[in-house]
C-alpha cells in the first residue's frame, strides 16, 4: 500500500477526490508546518511543498508534487533521493497573477500609488500626465504560464507584445514577436513594460543589472513577480532615485522579507508587495493546484509518468513540458 502525504490546505471534498483517485493507498494530512520527518520517513508520494531540509528523512519518495511553481530549492542535489519523480504547480498561477500583473501596470502608469498617499496625506492635488496601455509595447520575460497570461491581456488592451524565452519555439497568438534570451539587450529599449517571471537559477540571477536598467526606455515601467533574484536592488534604487523609470512594481525582492531599513522601501515611483500574488488569496488557484494534483497521482498511479504534467528537469530547475 503506497503511502500519501498530503500538505496542502485541503478540504474534505478535496480530500474525497484525491482518495478516489488513489483508492487503496494510505492518506496522511498535515500542514506543510507541522510535517515531522516520521510522518515522510515511508511516504512514497508527497502532494505539497516541505521543508527540504526535512526530505533527507523521505528515503522512500518516488514522487513529489510542489504546490508551488517555483521549484530550484527542490533540485538541489541531495534534496530528493535519487530518481524521485519531481512536479510542480505550473498552470495554476497564471489567472491570479497576471491579473495582479495588470492591475499594477495601471497603478504604476496612472500614479495610483501617489493619489493614496496623497489622500492619506488629505491632499487634493494634480499628479499630471500618465500613459497608456492601448499603443504601448510589452516585453515578457520568461514566457511560462504567468508570463503568458499576463502577455494575453496586455494584447487584448492594446500593447504590441514580445516574448523572451530560453529556448526557441513557435510564437503563441497572443505575441507579435518571440526571441530568445540573447536578444534581451536590444528589446529592452523598445519596451515601455517589461515584466519578469522567472526562476531563481545560476543564469537569471540578476539578469536586470544596472546596465540592463539603463538600457530600458526612459520613463518604461518595471515588474517583478518571479524571483527577488532577477534584479539587482541597489542597482534598481540609483536607477529610480535618478528618475530613469516611470515606475516599477515588486511582489518579490531579494531578501524575503524586504529588513526595515532596506532602501528600496524609499525608492521613489516604486511599489512593492509581500510576495502574494500567488498565494491562495484567489481560491480558484488552490482548486488547480488540487487538479494538477489529482491528475497527476492518476497517471503516476497508472505508471505513466510520461504523461505527467510539469515534470521538473532537476538540471535546469525549469518544467520539461
Known sequence: ???????????????????????????????????TGEMIQDADIIIGNVEPELLKEAADLKWMQLNSAGSDNYCVPGVLRPGAVLTNATGAYGLAI????????????????????????????????????????????????????????????????????????????????????????????????????????????????????????????????????AIDGDALCRVLKEGHLGGCGLDVTEPEPLPPDHPLWDAPRLVITPHISGQNHLAETFERIVRIAGENLKKFLAGDLDGMRNLVDFETGYRKR
Not at 500538505?7 to 507541522?34: M, N, W
Not at 500618465?130 to 497570461?149: M, N, Q, R, Y
Request: aromatic share 8%; proline share 4%; charged share 25%.
Open 98 to 229: 497576471s491579473e495582479y500583473m495588470v492591475g499594477l501596470s495601471f497603478v504604476l502608469q496612472n500614479k495610483f500609488y501617489r493619489y493614496i498617499r496623497n489622500q492619506t496625506d488629505h491632499q487634493w492635488k494634480d499628479e499630471g500626465n500618465v500613459t497608456s496601455v492601448w499603443g504601448s509595447t510589452t516585453l515578457v520575460v520568461g514566457l511560462g504560464d504567468i508570463g503568458g497570461e499576463y502577455a494575453k491581456r496586455m494584447k487584448a488592451l492594446g500593447s504590441h507584445t514580445i516574448g523572451i524565452r530560453r529556448t526557441e519555439g513557435e510564437k503563441p497568438e497572443y505575441l507579435d514577436e518571440i526571441y530568445t534570451t540573447e536578444s534581451l539587450d536590444e528589446l529592452l529599449p523598445r519596451a515601455d513594460f517589461v515584466a519578469l517571471s522567472l526562476p531563481n537559477s545560476p543564469s537569471t540571477r540578476h539578469i536586470m543589472d544596472e546596465r540592463r536598467l539603463r538600457l530600458m526606455k526612459p520613463g518604461a515601467y518595471l515588474l517583478n513577480v518571479g524571483r527577488g533574484s
Open 1 to 35: 500500500m503506497k503511502k500519501i502525504v498530503v500538505t496542502i490546505p485541503v478540504k474534505d471534498r478535496h480530500k474525497q477526490y484525491l482518495e478516489d483517485i488513489g483508492a487503496g493507498c494510505s492518506f496522511c494530512y498535515a500542514s506543510a508546518s507541522d510535517v
